[in-house]
């Protein structure tokens, strides 16, 4: 029988202060250490920061398929309507599209690619398979911004990961400069778990997708990791990759330039740190949001176009 102990208790009536993790940040054994893709610095910047960045880790010209297929996402009118496609508030434009690995092969080899898959293999000390995925726009002067916000706490209250043993792989489609809101990241706070005040509504992802308010952390906690460790915004051109741990406090800006932004997200998880029941009670969150039914290792699989 699974352990179903709430070890991160959130979404409360009242405020808790925030606490330490208590799960390590970099899980693989000394073997898998010396053997694996990532150097002892980059775990350690890794372990450190809650993230890395990889300027241009998939050549542009290599991605150009991708981006192309993004723009037949944009002008899909049928897609819009899917229930795993969020447009912009009181707005026509898409700003993610859920279980992108599902829907594309192109996307799906991408999830298995050799080099990704063996550093994310190697942090997390695992088999792992697909939790969840999704491509982020921001169209130019419309694109709006994500609250700060752990990962973590929403898959854990939410959909019901147990432990802090996954991670994000953001590949960036569309270049992320100073001016069209790139993803923020503080370093350093992944090693606090922030608890958050406000109970769960019910099918509560049909709004928070598109305006975050539950599971916000609050000022006085945000301020005190900023303070204590700045923000960082890892940008670059198409195919810089980005890795970030579950828990590491993330957001962006409005996009208020002319140029359009898109990320790509997949995460994933330890096949030893399955789904429970979600930890705030309620009904489980569809499957594009959070994988159930497919928990089976992946495989590498070389991309190809």
């Not at 991160?8 to 940040?25: N, Q």
């Not at 330890?270 to 489980?284: A, I």
């Amino acid at each position: 029988m699974q352990d179903t102990q709430d070890l991160f208790p959130t979404r409360l009536e009242r405020k808790l202060g925030f606490f330490e993790r208590i799960d390590p940040v970099i899980h693989c054994n000394d073997k898998q250490r010396a053997d694996g893709p990532l150097s002892a610095d980059e775990l350690e910047e890794f372990d450190r920061k809650g993230f890395l960045s990889f300027e241009c880790f998939f050549d542009p010209e290599e991605m150009e398929d991708f981006v192309q297929e993004l723009r037949d996402y944009e002008e899909d009118e049928d897609l819009k309507l899917s229930e795993g496609t969020i447009l912009e508030p009181g707005k026509q434009e898409i700003r993610s599209i859920f279980g992108i690995h599902q829907d594309s092969e192109r996307f799906s080899r991408l999830t298995r690619n050799p080099r990704l898959l063996s550093m994310v293999q190697q942090i997390l000390g695992s088999d792992v398979y697909i939790h969840q995925s999704r491509i982020n726009y921001k169209p130019g002067f419309k694109g709006k911004g994500f609250d700060w916000h752990s990962d973590f706490e929403t898959w854990h209250s939410e959909d019901g990961m147990p432990r802090m043993r996954s991670l994000s792989c953001s590949v960036i489609l569309k270049a992320n400069g100073e001016f069209n809101g790139p993803l923020m990241l503080i370093p350093g706070s992944h090693k606090y778990f922030i608890p958050c005040v406000g109970r769960t509504p019910e099918d509560n992802y049909k709004e928070s997708l598109k305006s975050q308010e539950i599971g916000v952390p609050d000022a006085a906690s945000l301020r005190k990791l900023m303070l204590e460790n700045d923000i960082e915004a890892p940008k670059g051109a198409s195919g810089t990759l980005i890795m970030f741990e579950c828990n590491t406090l993330h957001g962006s800006n409005i996009n208020m330039s002319c140029w359009p932004r898109s990320n790509l997200f997949f995460v994933y998880n330890s096949v030893e740190n399955v789904l429970h029941d979600p930890y705030c009670g309620n009904k489980p969150r569809p499957d594009f949001l959070a994988a159930r039914k497919d928990w089976d290792p992946l495989t590498p699989v070389e991309t190809k176009s």
